[in-house]
């Protein structure tokens, strides 16, 4: 089986986004658009495109991004959320060894491990 990829540039894959009914931006110049889809990535932004597939024609680029600057907060929100619960897991697990051990040092311990 061969492989027939051809690389797509972005001025391209705009225009297919808007020959597949994308409305275009009212906000953002074609310059502004091309860089935030130069830095989100093409393959990355094809997966927030399928969540409009089913009326593409009913939204603009600016739902779109606006779509993956959610996606992307929500991530961030979680990333420190799930930090907070590990530092305050580990401090929980330090705290319980140090009083098994009653050595502050207890991790530099070969038998600790």
Known sequence: MKYTYKRLTID???????????QHSSVLSVDEIRNRVESIGIFRLKGYVKAFRNGLNAYSINDLFELYDTDRQISSNMFTLSSQVEIKLKSYLIEVACEQT?????????ESY
Do not use: A
């Open 12 to 22: 391209s894959y705009i225009h297919t986004l808007y020959k597949d009914g994308l």
């Open 102 to 110: 009653d050595n502050p040092f207890f991790y530099l311990l070969q």
